[in-house]
């Protein structure tokens, strides 16, 4: 059985840091396609960070410069490194395993199919 576990939400002030995890069991992560999604109450769920199985990373604009994600092979364990955040990065935070859809500015995850494994979620909110 396949497990998404996110920990490491919770509530900061603007400019404050967190550090989302997220613990994979029933699957290797290094064998999938990682991401990091957001949604905000009244909002469409977005597609934050994600990493291929090679470890070529994509941000979303308002995220670029101040989020890292990056994974722990090992650990079989995937995380958020979110820095400067600001107001409007409330939201609760999931994490997906799946397959990459590649462009040209690198891989990115579908937020909609059928075949991604997704997590329950971690609140982060921020307050100004």
């Known amino acids: 059985q396949v497990q998404l576990v996110e920990s490491g939400g919770g509530s900061v002030q603007a400019g404050g840091s967190l550090r989302l995890s997220c613990a994979a069991s029933?699957?290797?992560?290094?064998?999938?396609?990682m991401g990091w999604f957001r949604q905000a109450p009244g909002k469409e769920r977005e597609g934050v960070a994600t990493?291929?199985?090679?470890?070529?990373?994509r941000y979303t604009d308002s995220v670029k410069g101040r989020f890292t994600v990056s994974k722990d092979n090992a650990k079989n364990t995937l995380y958020l490194q979110m820095d400067s955040l600001k107001p409007e990065d409330t939201a609760m935070y999931y994490c997906a395993a799946g397959d990459c859809l590649w462009d040209s500015l690198g891989p990115r995850m579908s937020g909609t199919s059928a075949s991604n494994y997704w997590g329950q979620g971690t609140q982060v909110t921020v307050s100004s």
């Open positions: 990493v291929s199985r090679r470890g070529s990373q």
């Open positions: 029933g699957l290797t992560i290094s064998r999938y396609c």
